[in-house]
């Protein structure tokens, strides 16, 4: 049976909202992006589920892209333009700026136009060993996440803190990983036995993927408190059965859907070491 809307009765007094503007999602044209994604995708004849494993996800992510459902997560841009061999100005239909190079760089330009076929070429190996030098060897394929593992501030109830008291986590990639915005710490037992206390769950942010639907795992954040919990269609329910079911029958409390749990973190392979992460933050930083 299909889900209903995010947002449930008025009678029951319990509401879950999607944390985007925190209302039920309207009908609306399809966004530039998605349209662009389906135009260059079709115009290089490359099949949707193709497309969908040169970029790491899945056939059903590419659908609901393309019909405007959800739009693609930003990390995602740069595989996508990859695939598509575009820029992001084409994908977002944007014109680009001119391209303009200091004097130093224009000089370079010129200097290498006057030189032979063959010193041309050499020019271009040692530049490309000097990049492949600077960068190392083994650059370290790392994503960020947000790891969310602290209460929000006392009083307050805004959803949208959670962003603020988070911090960014290094890991690395993986197609799981890849698919995930955001990473919760679990506190206690009351989703054992499949997550223990301080296990780390990786989060896809709705609407990043597919709507979430009864008796899936997602994360939630309920007034000060931030949750993990599988999702009822009248309340959240804890997988350890000595907690109680969480039911706002009667209140006027607002649940709002971070995202979907998609899997764990594996805390001695996928956190990336520290120096790695050194590596890929000069790298990153243009140091």
Known sequence: MPRRSFELSKKTGFSVVGLGNGKVKQKSAIPVVCERIRF?????????????????????????????????????????????????????DLKAPDQKYSDAEAGLIDCYRELSEGNKRALRILASNLKDAQLGDACPDITVLRLVEKGLA?????????????????????????????????????????????????????????????GEIGAFIKGNEQFVKVYEEDGLRSLNPKYPFM?????????????????????????????????????HDGL
């Open 247 to 283: 039911n706002f029958s009667g209140t006027e409390d607002t649940v709002y859907i971070i995202g979907r749990v998609i899997g764990t973190v594996d805390q001695y392979k996928d956190l990336a070491s520290q120096d790695d992460v050194e590596k890929f933050k000069r790298i």
């Open 154 to 214: 006392a009083g307050t109830g805004d959803p949208s803190e959670f962003e603020e008291n988070s911090e960014p986590i290094y890991l690395y990639s993986s197609p799981l990983i890849n698919r995930a915005n955001y990473v919760f710490s679990v506190c206690g037992d009351s989703m054992e036995p499949e997550f223990k206390d301080n296990d780390l769950v990786l989060v896809q942010a709705i609407p990043s993927g597919p709507e979430l639907q009864y």
């Open 40 to 92: 260059y995708r079709e115009s290089i004849g490359m099949e949707r589920m193709a497309f969908a494993a040169a970029i790491g996800v899945t056939g059903n992510a590419v659908s609901n892209w393309e019909t405007g459902r959800t739009r693609p997560d930003i990390n995602l841009i740069p595989r996508i333009c990859d695939a598509l061999s575009i820029s992001p100005y084409q994908l977002f």
